[in-house]
Each structure stands twice: as structure tokens, then as C-alpha cells.
């Protein structure tokens, strides 16, 4: 199969489809890679590294997308890119479509085989692609709450661990799933005063466990919520809903009840937001206020760490990549029930319910098009 990877175009967004590695891998099965000029700078790969590694470099993304069977990105393709899809031409990447009429309406009329990393799923109910940018976005989401605490950064100025004497910033996390997890151990190991919210049960037991005097984690309801907001100084909203539109838990009539300077960090934002202040901003212009509170709500986190973030994703997106290359896309989602849930949209159809049901299409059975 012919394999195309373009430079992420994505404002500050500097990770690439491929690695050198996994082009090598790619090649080693038989297939051919395209990738564009300077497409892995932000990884600190450069077009030698790609040659070396198997890859034909060209010149422009025109070229990627008229050439290639197979388009490989990070990010939800633009309105240029998605200009250039084809008809039956595989697009693998993330896509986040609940949230996004306008590029669900793009894809559907290209009638391109649309396969989103965020909906593939595994034997253990989990999303594996979807697993290690969350883990980096949860780790950000402190460092990034801690920058804007910062009285320069428009926060309250408070030191997310405190000092000898000086009581540390509270951070609370909403969701205690991998951007939760991943969030409280950063927050913990800088010796915040950490509060972990959920509603499932078996999470509020195991973060208990691993965390034990360490952070608290109590049931998610309104009225702890509400509680927890008043004191809060820093506030990670981590909550997912498989494909959906994340639902809006933190409402605009709760910040009132905030301090002035307390910050917010969406990393729900992808799927529309936790907050329903929250709206997309970009790592150049990354924070806003309303009502005196902060929001930090980057649409592309991991991009921040483009090296770390691209290979931690390529470990993950490699096999289901190979399997499409190796079988076709029917072959492989047909054997496959896990990337079969990857497909979102194919050949002018919606086949992932939940966006169907947020975006008003009629749904096809994915099962029914392999």
C-alpha cells in the first residue's frame, strides 16, 4: 500500500503520522511511504532521518493526498486537507466528530474511509489509542495549571506546592480516568493538596488504594462539586464519553462562587469541554477569563511535547496502521472488532453512533460496509 504522511498544519502542532521507526516498519512489510519535506522537525527528524529510513520525501501535501491510499495524521484534518480526500482513500488519525459538524459534513462528502484513533477499542473496554495522549494531556494539564496560576499568567499567584509554612494550592480533577490519573500524580508529586472526583465506584476504590493519604477521592455529584469549586485553585476537567460531546459539568452560574484568579484547565476541549465556559484556544493565545477565572483550553495539548507525544502515539497506532496496509481496510476491520470500532465515517455514511445521534445522520452499522 502507498502510505502518505503531510506536515500537522494545525497552529503549533508539531508532532508527525509516522516516525522514522514505524516508516521503517512499514517498508520492511513492503509497503511505500510518502512523507512530506519537514514533517518530522518538530520531532527532531529530518528528511535524511526519513530516507534512511525507508521514506520517499515529497514536496507538498497536494502531492501526499492526490498519490497515496492511505493518509496517516495526528490531528483532525483541516478544511484544506479534508478538500483533498478521495473517494475510498483511508484517512487514520484522530477525529473528535461530535463536537465538529463542519468537519463531519467534509467527510461525509468525500465518501473517504474515515478511521478516528479515539474510538478503536481493546479486550479490556479501554481506548488504546486514545490512552497515551491522554496520559501526556493529564501530566500537561499540571504543569500548564501551575503556569497559569502565576499572578504574570493572570492567576491568583499561588505555588502549586506551597513552601515550609505556606499551605500549597488546591487542585481539584474532575474524572478519574487516565487524564484524572495521570493528572493527580503530577499534582501529588508536587505536593499539591489534590482532590479526585468520580462516579464509578470501582475508580473511587482503586485511585483510594494508590493514593491513599496522598489525595482524597470522593463520589461526583453536584453538590460536592459546587463544594469543592468554592476552595478550588487550580481545576482539571478530565471526563470523556467514548465519541460523544463531553458533558458540561462545570457551569458558568459555579464560577461565581470561585476565587478571582483560580484557574481552569479543559482537557476535555477535543470533545467540545467539560466547562461550558470552555472554548478551543490555541499553545500561541492558550488562556482566556470569564468572570475572573482562567481557562487554559489548547484543542492540542501533547502537541506542546511533539516528541514525546508522537512516539508514545506511533507505539500505539503502529499495529492497526500495519493491518490496514497488510489486508486493506475491510479485511482488516473485519477481522478486527476492536479497529472496526475505529471507523467514523465511510463512503458518504456515518458508522459511529454516537455521532450520528449528536450531529442528526442517519447511522450505519460499521459491521454492515466490511
Known amino acids: 500500500m502507498l502510505i502518505g504522511v503531510p506536515k500537522e498544519i494545525k497552529n503549533h ?12 516498519a512499514a517498508v520492511s512489510h513492503g509497503h511505500k511511504v510518502l512523507v512530506e519535506t519537514n514533517a518530522g522537525n518538530g520531532i527532531g527528524a529530518s528528511d535524511d532521518i526519513y530516507q534512511k529510513a ?3 520525501i515529497v514536496n507538498s501535501a497536494e502531492e501526499i493526498f492526490a498519490k497515496a491510499e492511505m493518509i496517516v495524521k495526528v490531528k483532525e484534518p483541516q478544511s484544506t486537507e479534508r478538500a483533498m480526500l478521495r473517494p475510498n482513500q483511508i484517512l487514520y488519525t484522530y477525529l473528535h466528530l461530535a463536537p465538529d459538524p463542519e468537519q463531519t459534513k467534509d467527510l461525509v462528502e ?16 479501554g481506548l488504546p489509542l486514545l490512552k497515551p495522549m491522554s496520559q501526556v494531556a493529564g501530566r500537561l494539564s499540571i504543569q500548564a495549571g501551575a503556569t497559569a496560576l502565576e499572578k504574570s499568567h493572570g492567576g491568583l499567584g499561588s505555588l502549586l506546592g506551597g513552601v515550609p509554612g505556606v499551605a500549597p494550592a488546591k487542585v481539584i480533577i474532575i474524572g478519574g480516568g487516565i487524564v484524572g490519573f495521570n493528572a493527580a500524580q503530577m499534582a501529588v508529586g508536587m505536593q499539591a493538596d489534590v482532590t479526585i472526583l468520580d462516579t464509578n465506584a470501582y475508580t473511587i ?11 482524597r477521592v470522593i463520589h461526583s455529584n453536584k453538590g460536592a462539586l459546587t463544594a469543592e469549586l468554592q476552595t478550588a485553585d487550580l481545576v482539571v476537567g478530565g471526563v470523556l464519553v467514548a465519541g460523544s460531546a463531553a458533558p ?30 470552555s472554548k478551543a484556544t490555541t499553545h500561541t493565545d492558550p488562556t482566556y477569563v470569564v468572570n475572573g477565572i482562567v ?4 484543542a492540542n495539548m501533547p502537541g506542546a511535547v511533539p ?12 499495529p492497526g496502521l500495519l493491518a490496514i496496509a497488510n489486508n486493506g481496510w475491510k479485511k482488516a476491520l473485519h477481522e478486527d472488532k476492536h479497529l472496526l470500532a475505529g471507523l467514523n465515517v465511510c463512503n458518504g455514511k456515518v458508522t459511529y453512533k454516537a455521532v450520528a445521534d449528536d450531529l442528526g445522520y442517519s447511522y450505519t452499522d460499521a459491521s454492515t460496509l466490511v
Do not use: W
Open 295 to 298: 481557562h487554559y483550553c489548547v
Open 307 to 318: 516528541r514525546t507525544s508522537t512516539y508514545a502515539l506511533n507505539n500505539a497506532t503502529l
Open 205 to 215: 476504590e482503586r485511585l483510594s488504594n494508590y493514593f491513599g493519604s496522598k489525595a
Open 110 to 125: 468525500s465518501s473517504a474511509v474515515c478511521i478516528a484513533y479515539e474510538t478503536i477499542t481493546d479486550n479490556q473496554g
Open 54 to 56: 525507508g521514506a520517499i
Open 13 to 24: 502542532e508539531y508532532r508527525v503520522g509516522m516516525t522514522p521507526e514505524s516508516v521503517a
Open 248 to 277: 458540561k459539568l462545570v457551569t458558568r452560574e459555579m464560577l461565581l462562587d470561585m476565587k478571582d484568579g483560580a484557574v481552569l484547565v479543559d482537557v476535555a476541549i477535543d470533545q467540545g469541554g467539560c466547562f461550558e465556559t
